[in-house]
Nanobody, 119 residues
Framework: QVQLVESGGGLVQSGGSLRLSCAAS????????MGWYRQSPGKERELVAT???????NYADPVKGRFTISRDNAKNTVVLQMNSLKPDDTAVYYC?????????????WGQGTQVTVSS
C-alpha cells in the first residue's frame, strides 16, 4: 500500500509564504515524477508544478517566479515553497507521485491540504 501524506497548509495574508511537504511511504521501487496540483471550488484540478527524478522542473504560468518545487529522492519527499502568495492561490493543494513498482507505474494522490490566502 502506498500513501502520500501532505502537511503545511494553512491561512496566510496576501504576500506571505507557506511551505507544503509531502512524504511517500509504502512498498515500491521508486518514484518518477512528483508534483503539486490544486483545486478551487467550482474549478477543475490544475497543475501547479512538477519535478522529475533528475530535478527537471515545470511550473504553471501563474506561479512562475513565486513557487519553487524540490524533492529529496532518498527520503521520497517533495516540497513546494510558495512565496508572494495571492488570494487567487487559495485552493486545496494535492501532492502527486508516479510510483514505480515491479510491473507498473501508477499515479497516487495525497489527501489534500487547504491553502487560504486572505487579501
Amino acid at each position: 500500500q502506498v500513501q502520500l501524506v501532505e502537511s503545511g497548509g494553512g491561512l496566510v495574508q496576501s504576500g506571505g509564504s507557506l511551505r507544503l511537504s509531502c512524504a511517500a511511504s509504502g512498498s515500491f521501487f521508486g518514484i518518477a515524477t512528483m508534483g503539486w496540483y490544486r483545486q478551487s471550488p467550482g474549478k477543475e484540478r490544475e497543475l501547479v508544478a512538477t519535478i522529475t527524478t533528475g530535478g527537471r522542473t515545470n511550473y504553471a504560468d501563474p506561479v512562475k517566479g513565486r513557487f519553487t518545487i524540490s524533492r529529496d529522492n532518498a527520503k521520497n519527499t517533495v516540497v513546494l515553497q510558495m512565496n508572494s502568495l495571492k488570494p487567487d492561490d487559495t485552493a486545496v493543494y494535492y501532492c502527486n507521485a508516479a510510483i514505480v513498482r515491479r510491473a507498473s507505474v501508477d499515479d497516487y494522490w495525497g489527501q489534500g491540504t487547504q491553502v487560504t490566502v486572505s487579501s
